[in-house]
């Protein structure tokens, strides 16, 4: 099956942890990005890949990094969670071409206390 | 740069009765234009989509959108609303040479017996 995964799906944490969210795909698409959902602001766009050894910025990039050593993989590392970083977060991948649909994963609720 | 609005944070609609949720868009280039619905718990699924063919556009589940750039919306509709249409609905666009999306801040559809 198509799909795109994140784990975990839930994670509570405390303030300066580092922690590490994974997103895997199987579709072979060459662009990956996160998104973080927040009440009221729709999802924003944190980074996004082109492909392996290619990303960059999105809209909200502060405080998140990201690598994509593989196409298939491309986790989202948070080496200092602060509260502000409680959120829903959005994995997605597309394929190749203009105007394609983005497939999301199922997300990850974020708490950092 | 794009950006969508979304009218409505919330719509309530009988069984039965017509759905309308609202979006409008701004953008510097014809844009491409998605509409994803988001169910309690779950990541977003795309309901339909506009790439410049077709002006309407028919996607799953009875909805469909009309692309008007002269009103610049792209307004969703349904003609009978059933008790499974009540979730979030999130209104998408994004513009050629850049595969991101800029999402509007979502409309919740609530269903009424």
């Known amino acids: 099956e198509a799909q795109v995964t994140q784990n975990p799906r839930y994670l509570i944490t405390v303030t300066g942890k580092k922690l590490t969210v994974t997103c895997s795909q199987n579709m072979n698409h060459e662009y990956m990005s996160w998104y973080r959902q927040d009440p009221g602001l729709g999802l924003r766009q944190i980074y996004y890949?082109?492909?392996?050894?290619?990303?960059d910025k999105g809209d909200v990039p502060e405080g998140y990094k990201v690598s994509r050593k593989e196409k298939r993989n491309f986790p989202l590392i948070l080496e200092s969670p602060s509260p502000n970083q409680t959120s829903l977060y959005f994995c997605?991948?597309?394929?190749?071409?203009?105007?394609?649909?983005?497939?999301f994963g199922p997300g990850t609720r974020l708490t950092v206390l | 740069a794009q950006s969508v609005t979304q009218l409505g944070s919330h719509v309530s609609v009988s069984e039965g009765a017509l759905v309308l949720l609202r979006c409008n868009y701004s953008s510097s280039v014809p844009p491409y234009l998605f509409w994803y619905v988001q169910y309690p718990n779950q990541g977003l699924q795309l309901l339909l989509k506009y790439t410049s063919a077709a002006t309407l556009v028919k996607g799953i589940n009875g909805f469909e959108a009309e692309f008007k750039k002269s009103e610049t919306s792209f307004h969703l509709t349904k003609p009978s609303a059933h008790m499974s249409d009540a979730a979030e609905y999130f209104c998408?666009?994004?513009?050629?040479?850049?595969?991101?999306?800029?999402f509007g801040s979502g409309t919740r559809l609530q269903v009424q017996p």
């Open positions: 998408a666009v994004s513009v050629p040479g850049r595969r991101a999306l800029t």
């Open positions: 890949s082109m492909n392996v050894e290619v990303t």
């Open positions: 997605a991948s597309t394929p190749q071409g203009q105007g394609n649909e983005q497939f």
